[in-house]
């Protein structure tokens, strides 16, 4: 997969100083810091919280699928 990005100028400079101080293709220098973020990005197990997951509701109120038809 091939992806274009514009750099901002001074952003640009650095990685191609970092890429030639550390004698590697400026191609493997952005790979391995996507690698990295992406190795270390926490990955959220869910966006609700432990009460949400497991609320049950009230037991006599009737269930939301019984009014249905009656929302169209």
Not at 17 to 36: D, G
Not at 58 to 69: K, Q, T
């Amino acid at each position: 997969m091939q992806i274009m990005i514009n750099l901002p100028p001074d952003l640009e400079q650095d990685l191609t100083r970092q890429a030639a101080q550390s004698n590697i293709p400026l191609q493997t220098l952005i790979l391995n810091a996507l690698r990295q973020t992406t190795e270390n990005y926490p990955k959220p197990l869910s966006q609700w919280t432990e009460v949400i997951l497991t609320y049950e509701g009230v037991p006599d109120f009737p269930a939301f699928e019984s009014y249905r038809d009656e929302l169209l």
